[in-house]
T-cell receptor, first 116, second 114 residues
């Protein structure tokens, strides 16, 4: 499968714990995006990377959230001191990122987080 | 502000019929529009996209229509099949230099009746 992959697919944690999610984009895609989706809603943008540079962060991304893409390939999203309101599906997407033209974003299967 | 909304939250059609899913957007500066299909427990799957310099684009069994005058977007699915049952989202990217953020609407749940 050459699509976007995410790990884990499901995560259950207790409030106050830290969690980390991983995203592997489509090979040779330079742009990587993180979105959050709550039940019954459309995905909401969190942040995106052009290669290893984090270029935009949403106000939804509080200080407890941090995303990295150290080598410009896979990315991690960490949530510290999780709260029940963090329960959601965390989606990763990637696109070619070869120009400034808007490009199609392809999504992974998501990581569903439940904070107890 | 930016917002993308859908006229109907649910839509039921008979198998074999055509379906039309509508979407209204509020940002007249949006340059790029895209339809995604999301099945339960899965990530959004790209269906078709259209840029603001076009008013119609066709794919396999799907057509997207863009009416910039009334800021309306629609997705037409021909000869619906059971596998078309899913939630459909429209999304937009505003025309801002370097902008890559998709703004999604709430979604329409399409149910195909046998």
């Amino acid at each position: 499968d050459t699509g976007v992959s995410q790990d884990p697919r499901h995560k259950i944690t207790k409030r106050g714990q830290n969690v980390t999610f991983r995203c592997d984009p489509i090979s040779e895609h330079n742009r990587l995006y993180w979105y959050r989706q709550t039940l019954g809603q459309g995905p909401e943008f969190l942040t995106y990377f052009q290669n290893e540079a984090q270029l935009e962060k949403s106000r939804l991304l509080s200080d407890r959230f941090s995303a990295e893409r150290p080598k410009g390939s896979f990315s991690t999203l960490e949530i510290q001191r999780t709260e029940q309101g963090d329960s959601a599906m965390y989606l990763c997407a990637s696109s070619l990122g070869r120009s400034t033209v808007t490009e199609t974003q392809y999504f992974g299967p998501g990581t569903r987080l439940l904070v107890l | 502000g930016e917002s993308v909304g859908l006229h109907l939250p649910t839509l039921s059609v008979q198998e074999g019929d055509n379906s039309i899913i509508n979407c209204a957007y509020s940002n007249s500066a949006s340059d790029y529009f895209i339809w995604y299909k999301q099945e339960s427990g899965k990530g959004p799957q790209f269906i078709i996209d259209i840029r603001s310099n076009m008013d119609k684009r066709q794919g396999q069994r799907v057509t997207v229509l863009l009416n910039k005058t009334v800021k309306h977007l629609s997705l037409q699915i021909a000869a619906t099949q059971p596998g078309d049952s899913a939630v459909y989202f429209c999304a937009e990217i505003p025309l801002i230099q370097g902008a890559q953020k998709l703004v999604f609407g709430q979604g329409t749940r399409l149910t195909i009746n046998p």
